[in-house]
Nanobody, 117 residues
């Protein structure tokens, strides 16, 4: 069982920044891909950004140019740097990992991000 611990959410004003962190209980060298998803009230969970073991990244169109996903292999941690935040970015953000080999997927507990003045 893979444990994911997220941190870094909170309340921020429009135009502000936050950095989310997701620490995995396993070496991320055993991970095929990691990603951040979000779910706003009344909406489906959506992919925000992903990064593969080869460090290939992809982003939702709505966050391109504002959000950056990165990973620290030594800390088994993936980050989401969020800049120029907008009220529509308000959601619960979830970390997800897909394991190499089994392709099993695991979720973090979620962290609330609220963008409001």
């Amino acid at each position: 069982q893979v444990q994911l611990v997220e941190s870094g959410g909170g309340l921020v004003q429009p135009g502000g920044s936050l950095r989310l962190s997701c620490a995995a209980s396993v070496s991320i060298f055993s991970v095929y891909a990691m990603g951040w998803y979000r779910q706003a009230p009344g909406k489906q969970r959506e992919l925000v950004a992903g990064i593969t073991s080869g460090s290939t990244t992809n982003y939702a169109d709505s966050v391109k140019g504002r959000f950056t996903i990165s990973r620290d292999n030594a800390k088994n941690t993936v980050y989401l740097q969020m800049n120029s935040l907008k009220p529509q970015d308000t959601a619960v953000y979830y970390c997800n990992v897909e394991m190499s080999g089994t392709r099993n997927r695991y979720w973090g507990q979620g962290t609330q991000v609220t963008v409001a003045s």
